[in-house]
């Protein structure tokens, strides 16, 4: 997919990794419909257009049905069109499972995992009608892997693979595909929180000795649209830490 002034919708795109993908595209000449909850700033909007496309801010609660198919009504109203979709919008509620209320486990999966369901729904029938478009889920290495203290968030991720291949099959027929990437540790403001020691813990697991970049997840995001004979696929950022 050559991705000049095609339209791309990242969700969770006000901020981290989300952000970094919106302005990858947006330097490959498509046009972004940047999400979050609340409106976006400015800053983002100004920033992305400073590459000379369009950027639309579509505010929603991925959690919400009904305000997804409102955001994608929308977009088709404003745009005309959507070629890629990007499920980055995520949350985080860790706890050790015996302190984990139903709520904790349940607030993670209604927003990472049926969050991206949500958005994928609504943008089946007229990308379906359209035969053409890519899909690209962030799930983690923690879906691959499992964590202390993070059973909500890696059944949530392991859930957006199961979602990417069983999506990836049904709408190959139509000419649509599905993809996942697997951030290990990257360098954003949550992983800049981390205390010293435990950072020191964490790169002595990484074969590369190195947090990964927010552009560096980008630019996988960037590959899977413009590669059409890849569908189905989880690729990981990684590191090398979780290599089989």
Avoid at 23 to 48: E, L, S
Avoid at 80 to 104: F, P, T, W
Avoid at 151 to 170: D, F, H, Q
Avoid at 175 to 190: E, F, K, V
């Amino acid at each position: 997919m050559n991705l000049t002034d095609k339209t791309v919708l990242v969700t969770g795109s006000t901020q981290g990794i989300g952000l970094a993908i919106a302005q990858a595209f947006a330097k490959q000449g498509a046009n972004i419909v940047v999400n979050g909850r609340h409106a976006a700033p400015q800053a983002v909007i100004d920033a992305i257009q400073s590459e000379n496309v369009t950027c639309w801010d579509q505010s929603a609660d991925i959690t919400d049905p009904d305000a997804v198919q409102a955001m994608i009504d929308a977009i088709y109203e404003q745009a005309g069109r959507l070629d890629v979709v990007v499920n980055n919008a995520g949350i985080v509620n860790d706890k050790l499972l015996n302190r984990m209320s139903e709520a904790d486990f349940s607030q993670v999966i209604n927003t990472n995992l049926t969050g991206t369901f949500n958005v994928i729904k609504a943008c089946l029938r007229p990308m379906y009608k359209a035969r053409s478009g890519a899909f690209i889920n962030m799930a983690s290495v923690i879906g691959l892997t499992g964590n202390i203290g993070q059973a909500n968030y890696a059944a949530s991720k392991a859930g957006i693979i199961g979602l990417t291949k069983s999506v990836a099959k049904e709408a190959a027929m139509r000419g649509l595909r599905c993809n996942a990437i697997a951030p290990g540790m990257i360098d954003t403001a949550m992983t800049a929180q981390l205390s010293d020691k435990v950072k020191t813990e964490i790169l002595k697991q990484i074969p590369l000795k190195r947090l990964g970049s927010t552009d560096e997840v980008a630019q996988a995001a960037i590959f899977l649209a413009e590669n059409d004979y890849i569908t189905g696929q989880t690729i990981t950022i990684d590191g090398g830490l979780t290599m089989q």
